[in-house]
């Protein structure tokens, strides 16, 4: 199976940037064609901010195109986003997704993003 290390969050002030970093391990990590972060603010869905495929394909959510950035290493199995222009309202829990193969995905525990004066 697949584990998910997630990295990076913390506060930061409005206009800042913060990356974050989600690493996989485990005996399928070489099987993952699709990684992304999603979100969910306090009272809020969990949204999808960002995916990348093994080929490097992207694609964001409207709210953070142009600001947020998506890349990967395959050969280290992680996931990056880099996080520019902040603002209060991209404050919420980021959570690494990963999809194995063509059916299995794995959830990361999260990590918390603030955005505050």
């Known amino acids: 199976q697949v584990q998910l290390v997630e990295s990076g969050g913390g506060l930061v002030q409005p206009g800042g940037s913060l990356r974050l970093s989600c690493a996989a391990s485990?005996?399928?990590?070489?099987?993952?064609?699709?990684m992304g972060w999603y979100r969910q603010a306090p009272g809020k869905q969990r949204e999808l901010a960002a995916r990348?495929?093994?080929?490097?394909?992207?694609n964001y959510a409207d709210s953070v195109k142009g600001r947020f950035s998506i890349s990967r290493d395959n050969a280290k199995n992680t996931v990056y986003l880099q996080m520019s222009s902040l603002q209060p309202e991209d404050t919420a829990v980021y959570y690494c997704n990963v999809k194995i193969g063509w059916a299995s995905e794995v959830w990361g525990q999260g990590t918390q993003v603030t955005v505050s004066s």
């Open positions: 990348i495929t093994r080929g490097g394909l992207a």
């Open positions: 485990g005996s399928s990590s070489s099987s993952i064609y699709v």
